[in-house]
């Protein structure tokens, strides 16, 4: 013990035994007494008692201490109570122990076999990822190509019914023309007659087949008269 632990443990206990006697209790806890005694800190607090309780002087009893003696420490009085062993570097070294027995223990057949089933069963749940995306491309580009088809199908019926409507705009057409080419062959003021006239309404009115057959008054097909043949006929 050097000599400014030795003054703060005899200044404690001067303070301490002031108001009690040996046998008798701190009548306050040590913090106060450490106050009153002029230590600067807890831990020369700690100190001061520890030193007094290894020489006889202060006996720890239920978590308070009690005055065994109130003679001063001298300078080189030995530890009548020795300190107990500290655990510390014990917990140090088998800490390290443990360390290293951990970084030196092989790989077991055990660790082998956890792996690779870890391995197994991360493949298998990349390869169901895989799978489903796959089956939904795959369902993608079928209900694509159902549309491109039925498109293309439409396209192919509106083709056929603008093919038809041109060839009965083209009848129409020369209908008229022949028409007009009668009605000029008669003068040049005079007019088509009633039957030509109602011929051709009835051509330009009436649903007709490529092959120029037209639904007549009462519902049965005939052949469509061309004007040429009405103007043949008179």
Do not use: C, W
Request: charged share 35%.
């Amino acid at each position: 013990m050097n000599e400014q632990s030795l003054q703060a443990a005899n200044a404690f206990l001067a303070v301490a035994s002031a108001s009690i006697s040996p046998g008798d209790l701190l009548d306050r806890p040590p913090a106060d007494i450490g106050r009153e005694a002029g230590l600067p800190n807890p831990l020369a607090v700690a100190r001061a008692v520890r030193a007094l309780a290894a020489r006889r002087r202060l006996e720890a009893e239920d978590g308070r201490y009690r005055l065994l003696d109130a003679r001063p420490l001298e300078q080189g009085e030995p530890e009548s109570v020795p300190r107990a062993p500290r655990r510390r570097k014990g917990r140090r070294k088998s800490a390290a122990r443990a360390e290293t027995s951990q970084g030196d223990r092989r790989a077991t057949y055990a660790d082998l076999g956890r792996a690779v089933v870890e391995r197994v069963i991360e493949l298998g749940r990349e390869a169901g990822e895989a799978v489903a995306a796959a089956e939904h491309l795959r369902h993608e580009a079928k209900e694509n190509k159902a549309a491109r088809i039925e498109a293309e199908q439409r396209a192919s019926r509106l083709f056929d019914r603008v093919k038809e409507l041109q060839t009965k705009l083209d009848m129409a057409e020369a209908n008229l023309r022949t028409v007009l080419a009668a009605a000029r062959g008669r003068g040049v003021t005079a007019a088509p007659t009633d039957n030509e006239m109602e011929a051709l309404l009835r051509i330009l009115k009436s649903p007709s087949d490529s092959d120029g057959v037209v639904q007549v008054d009462g519902g049965t097909p005939a052949r469509e008269e061309t004007p040429a043949e009405e103007v043949a006929t008179e």
